[in-house]
């Protein structure tokens, strides 16, 4: 079965920056996609980014992008979330999750089969 291990996350000040890591392995395929995603308190989970095994392409919501950056190192079975300029707004518990049957890369959590325990990411003002 496909496992995932987040970790990384901690307590940061607003206008910092903190690196995620999802340890992935499992894959009985060469193409999946890893996603991102987070949940504040009180609030549903959201999609962060997304990046996709084969080629490498990635997608990110709107209310990241140009601050966080998804990267994978398929050797080490790795993806990483770059967090910079981090706002008190993106304190949440992060996921990593893995889509097994991708057709495209996307957020939509439906097509993410796996999911693995978060990481808590606080961010101070």
Same mark, same amino acid.
């Given at each position: 079965?496909?496992?995932?291990?987040?970790?990384?996350? !901690?307590?940061?000040?607003?206008?910092?920056?903190?690196?995620?890591?999802?340890?992935?392995?499992?894959?009985?395929?060469?193409?999946?996609?890893?996603?991102?995603?987070?949940?504040? *308190?009180?609030?549903?989970?959201?999609?962060?980014?997304?990046?996709?095994?084969?080629? !490498?392409?990635?997608?990110?919501? *709107?209310?990241?992008?140009?601050?966080?950056?998804?990267?994978?190192? /398929?050797?080490? /079975?790795?993806?990483?979330?770059?967090? /910079?300029?981090?706002? *008190?707004?993106?304190?949440?518990?992060?996921?990593?999750?893995?889509?097994?049957?991708?057709?495209?890369?996307?957020?939509?959590?439906?097509?993410?089969?796996?999911?693995?325990?978060?990481?808590?990411?606080?961010?101070?003002?």
């Amino acid at each position: 079965d496909v496992q995932l291990q987040a970790s990384g996350g !901690g307590l940061v000040q607003a206008g910092g920056s903190l690196t995620l890591s999802c340890a992935a392995s499992g894959f009985t395929s060469d193409d999946y996609a890893i996603g991102w995603f987070r949940q504040a *308190p009180g609030k549903e989970r959201e999609g962060v980014a997304c990046i996709r095994s084969s080629d !490498g392409s990635t997608y990110y919501t *709107p209310f990241v992008k140009g601050r966080f950056t998804i990267s994978s190192d /398929n050797a080490k /079975n790795m993806v990483y979330l770059q967090m /910079n300029s981090l706002e *008190p707004e993106d304190t949440a518990v992060y996921y990593c999750a893995a889509d097994v049957n991708i057709v495209v890369v996307t957020l939509l959590e439906i097509t993410y089969d796996y999911w693995g325990h978060g990481t808590l990411v606080t961010v101070s003002s």
